[in-house]
């Protein structure tokens, strides 16, 4: 009977993390938020932060599916973004990436057009840029600046 019960156990939280009904814990920091992470393009990025309850769980910037980095040319990447608006107001935006190398010297550097996150929903924001082979494959850090405004 201790069997049955122990693999009732585990399916129930397999089933569980497989929907997602284990809440991930979020930092709550004021806007605008600063921080500085270890990074290497085309992992994803989880801050796990909430921002004048706006929640950014992930961070991607990657070559087109398929597509290695092109150390010697300017190379078509995508910045990609998960959020959501906790607050029934519309939200926008203003998110900065300094991409720097393993020394801390700043290579790169990436400006999103402002996002406009609508009130109690969530989103993927995607924007396409340009850049440098050489510095994608050389980032090993990133700071970014991301503020909210109502």
């Not at 993927?124 to 090993?140: H, M, N, P, R, W």
């Amino acid at each position: 009977m201790r069997t049955i019960a122990k693999i009732g156990l585990l399916i129930a939280c397999v089933l569980m993390v497989c929907t997602g009904a284990i809440a991930q814990e979020f930092r709550t920091m004021e806007s605008p938020f600063q921080e500085g992470f270890s990074y290497r393009v085309p992992n994803d990025l989880r801050p796990m932060v909430d921002v004048e309850m706006i929640r950014w769980s992930k961070m991607t910037i990657a070559p087109k599916k398929g597509k290695a980095i092109d150390v010697g040319k300017v190379n078509a990447v995508t910045v990609s973004l998960d959020l959501e608006n906790l607050n029934t107001r519309n939200a926008q935006i203003l998110f900065i990436v300094l991409l720097e190398n393993e020394h801390g010297q700043q290579i790169g550097r990436f400006e999103a057009k402002p996002i406009k996150v609508k009130g109690e929903k969530k989103t993927t924001y995607s924007e396409k840029a340009k850049i440098e082979g050489q510095v994608l494959q050389d980032t090993a850090k990133i700071w970014v600046l991301f503020e909210v405004t109502r």
